[in-house]
């Protein structure tokens, strides 16, 4: 790989990754990478891991997380939080209550694709969550486990089927979970010492490129950094236009492949679907928006260790 890329949209083991963190890092590191985020959803749990395996492997590691807000569906709102401290109160505090988002919502699902007939257990898609958590333990349970429960059971034959059939929005067993606001969850992430900025614009579903300036102006209002630009699921006159927005703005811009592993077997790290590589000096555009930040003091401290 000629020059130095990086990817700053991942999940592992710890949310829905197929990928334990240490795995995570050394595929970036095989893969050419100089720099990587880890952007689980709802926890920090697997970023003290991530930034050792990183350390050693020499490797440019920026803790982070991605969380979803409260917006009219069919929007999709993702924000990812770089920077953040794992060890921040106010992380905890956010990802308590996201996790109990999740345990209202899963055996919900669970129980209503029992009522039409795919017989599937918690206790089955807990354990799929728990495969390669050093500790054993299952800490963000989505619906690409239970996609993977009824993969194993046979309900379904592919992971897309499960989405597109069952647990996709307006599939025959999909719940919402309780969400944060955007507020909320910006605010979150600024006191957990991050970085905010608006994952995957595309998933907003806005009705044209108005609509959607609208939006986000409206996240920019209420404290938004910045929008990644290049994503797995943005085409090229997508991203395109989400660098023009971001400039007129003086947006930070990020880009990733919201890599999954074998979850998401058509993204690759570092490339995503579609072979668009994020050059290394995004993530020092990134962490030079951290200092003005830092510098402005409008932030809590953001403890050095990670
Ligand atoms: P959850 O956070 O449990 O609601 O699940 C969100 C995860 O499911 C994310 O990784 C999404 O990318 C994935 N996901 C959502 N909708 C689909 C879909 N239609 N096909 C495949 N994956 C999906
Ligand atoms: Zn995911
Ligand atoms: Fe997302
Ligand atoms: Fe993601």
Request: aromatic share 4%; hydrophobic share 40%; charged share 25%.
């Amino acid at each position: 790989m000629n020059g130095r890329f990086v990817d700053l949209h991942t999940h592992s083991t710890a949310s829905d990754g197929s990928l334990t963190p240490t795995e995570l890092i050394l595929a970036a590191a095989a893969s050419g990478l100089s720099g990587i985020a880890l952007t689980d959803h709802d926890t920090g749990g697997g970023l003290m891991e991530a930034k050792a395996a990183a350390d050693k492997a020499g490797l440019r590691f920026v803790p982070g997380i991605e969380i979803s807000a409260e917006i009219a569906p069919p929007a999709t709102l993702h924000l990812l939080g770089y920077f953040i401290d794992p060890e921040s109160a106010a992380l905890q505090r956010m990802s308590t209550i996201l996790l109990e988002g999740r345990n209202n919502r899963n055996p919900r699902i669970v129980a209503r694709l029992n009522e039409i007939g795919c017989k599937i257990t918690m206790d089955q898609v807990l354990e799929i969550a728990r495969r390669g958590n050093a500790d054993n333990r299952a800490v963000v349970v989505g619906r690409p486990h239970i996609a993977q429960a009824l993969l194993e059971s046979h309900c379904v034959a592919s992971l897309k089927q499960a989405f597109d059939v069952y647990l996709g929005m307006g599939g025959t067993a999909y719940f919402d979970k309780e969400r944060l606001t955007p507020r909320q969850a910006i605010d979150c992430i600024h006191d957990a010492g991050g970085l905010v900025i608006l994952a995957h614009p595309v998933q907003l579903r806005a009705q044209n490129h108005a609509h959607l300036q609208h939006l986000i102006e409206s996240l920019i209002d209420q404290g938004l950094d910045g929008v990644e630009v290049w994503h797995s699921d943005h085409r090229p006159q997508d991203s395109e236009w989400l660098l023009s927005i971001a400039k007129r703005h003086a947006l930070v811009v990020t880009g990733g492949s919201d890599f999954h592993g074998s979850r998401k077997p058509d993204i690759d790290i570092g490339l995503g679907r579609k072979n668009v590589r994020i050059p290394e000096r995004i993530l020092d555009e990134l962490e030079a928006a951290r200092r003005t930040r830092m510098g402005a003091g409008a932030t809590a401290p953001v403890k050095e260790q990670i």
